[in-house]
């Protein structure tokens, strides 16, 4: 019987991997496509999938559309090609006139070649800045007036703010931003209670509510030990080996004292209480500045004990915002994968197509929103993959322009069968190396 709900969440790892990976794959192949016939560059096939062909239509330019069985990539197929990495199809390029040619990826111009190929990863990454910064205009940012918003969800005996109240000071600190909050409360010593002094309804009211900085879960990790363990966004953990706990700092320091050995934590939850026991995991976190540090995680972030007041954001601000954290994927992965080369991370941080699928269905359990922003981190990790100068990648087709800009010719079609077949080689041993970690790595 145990199967049954096995087999239901595979399927819902699945579906959700799917959907996810089926997204990022049209922009990407849609991004080839649409500069192609911008440049003059015909289209014969655009693909979503591969193997056996369930759907297709021809549009009225003679582009076939097609959705395949396999539904683990896609591809764009132009004139010329002799298979969907863009090999040259040498008798077929022969066989055209000068007007056919042109139309060809092979004897269109460098730059037209050039834009198409840059193409599929550029648009990747406008997709995860359109996500970001839709995500950030439909949620909105805090305002910087330490005003509540929505006041947490609690257990009976512990006490919130009301809505609409503004913060001015707790504990007799003084606090005039959001900010503040933060930093007033980090200096405290964990209690159950502290003393606010809020203005509400235009008077300066005296209240006793709980510490700021509760440990409630405000967001749990995929792939994480609290999501294995099955915490959920909104839990309030209560005690740690029988201790209670009233900061998320507390929480902090005890998985950070923990070293990995399991934790009994009591958890409140819409009422129940409950008993879940688990272990942290040795993570390696990205830092600002480009870094890593090591620490002992179970993959929560915590928040106040109310959800500020927020304000709407701009298309400009937000299109901003969604650039920097697009910037921020790509220099946090690139700085991964030298701290994985170089041995200062473990290389159990490369996850192959197991591991980004049980991260899709783990983001997709979690509500809409974080399945969005998955995607719009994975579309951003793709594009970037993309850009790797690797033959068969586009990134290594961009390299075999560039030396043709410069050497005034293209490398000669033997040169191109070698590095597409040392490209795929290695490709393929990144993947069988990602799949070995996804199936060994703890």
């Known amino acids: 019987m145990e199967f049954i709900p096995d087999f239901g969440g595979f399927a819902f790892t699945l579906i959700a991997f799917i959907?996810?990976?089926?997204?990022?794959?049209?922009?990407?192949?849609?991004?080839?496509?649409?500069?192609?016939?911008?440049?003059?560059?015909?289209?014969?096939?655009?693909?979503?999938?591969?193997?056996?062909?369930?759907?297709?239509?021809?549009?009225?330019?003679?582009?076939?559309?097609?959705?395949?069985?396999?539904?683990?990539?896609?591809?764009?197929?132009f004139l010329g090609d002799s298979d969907a990495a863009s090999g040259k199809n040498a008798a077929a390029i022969d066989a055209l006139d000068v007007d056919e040619r042109r139309r060809s990826m092979h004897g269109a111009p460098l730059w037209a070649r050039a834009a198409t190929v840059a193409a599929g990863p550029v648009f990747n990454f406008i997709l995860s800045i359109a996500i970001f910064a839709s995500v950030l205009m439909i949620a909105g940012r805090p305002v910087e007036a330490p005003i509540v918003g929505t006041p947490a969800a609690l257990p009976a005996e512990m006490v919130t703010l009301d809505e609409g109240d503004r913060i001015l000071s707790i504990e007799g600190e003084p606090v005039e931003t959001l900010a503040d909050v933060y930093t007033v409360a980090r200096a405290l010593e964990p209690t159950p209670t502290v003393d606010y002094i809020v203005e509400r309804g235009g008077d300066e009211v005296a209240v006793t509510a709980s510490f700021p900085l509760l440990p409630i879960v405000q967001s749990v990790t995929p792939q994480s030990a609290a999501i294995a363990a099955g915490i959920e966004e909104g839990d309030v953990i209560q005690a740690i080996d029988g201790v209670a706990v009233h900061a998320f700092s507390q929480l902090r320091e005890a998985v950070d004292a923990s070293a990995g050995d399991p934790l009994d934590l009591t958890v409140w939850r819409a009422g129940d209480t409950l008993d879940i026991t688990l272990s942290p995991r040795r993570t390696d976190l990205p830092l600002v500045d480009g870094g890593f540090e090591t620490r002992w995680l179970i993959g929560i972030a915590g928040g106040l004990i109310f959800d500020p007041v927020t304000e709407r954001v701009g298309p400009g601000s937000a299109l901003m915002a969604g650039a920097e954290q697009t910037i921020f994927v790509i220099r946090s992965s690139l700085s991964g994968l030298w701290h994985m080369i170089t041995g200062a991370i473990s290389s159990c941080n490369l996850q192959g197509p197991i591991g980004i699928a049980e991260t899709s269905g783990a983001a997709a359990s979690q509500g809409l929103d974080d399945f969005i922003w998955f995607i719009a981190v994975l579309s951003t990790a793709v594009g970037l993959l993309?850009?790797?100068?690797?033959?068969?990648?586009?990134?290594?087709?961009?390299?075999?322009?560039?030396?043709?800009?410069?050497?005034?010719?293209?490398?000669?079609?033997?040169?191109?069968?070698?590095?597409?077949?040392?490209?795929?080689?290695?490709?393929?041993?990144?993947?069988?190396?990602?799949l070995t970690n996804d199936l060994f790595c703890p």
């Open 386 to 434: 993309n850009l790797f100068p690797i033959p068969v990648l586009d990134g290594g087709h961009l390299v075999f322009h560039a030396y043709e800009a410069v050497a005034g010719k293209p490398p000669s079609d033997k040169a191109l069968r070698i590095f597409m077949t040392a490209g795929l080689t290695l490709l393929l041993s990144l993947m069988l190396f990602a």
């Open 19 to 77: 959907a996810a990976l089926s997204i990022i794959v049209a922009i990407h192949e849609y991004g080839h496509y649409i500069v192609g016939r911008w440049s003059g560059i015909h289209a014969e096939v655009f693909s979503l999938g591969f193997g056996p062909v369930l759907f297709s239509r021809v549009d009225r330019r003679g582009t076939k559309w097609q959705v395949a069985a396999l539904p683990f990539g896609g591809y764009v197929k």
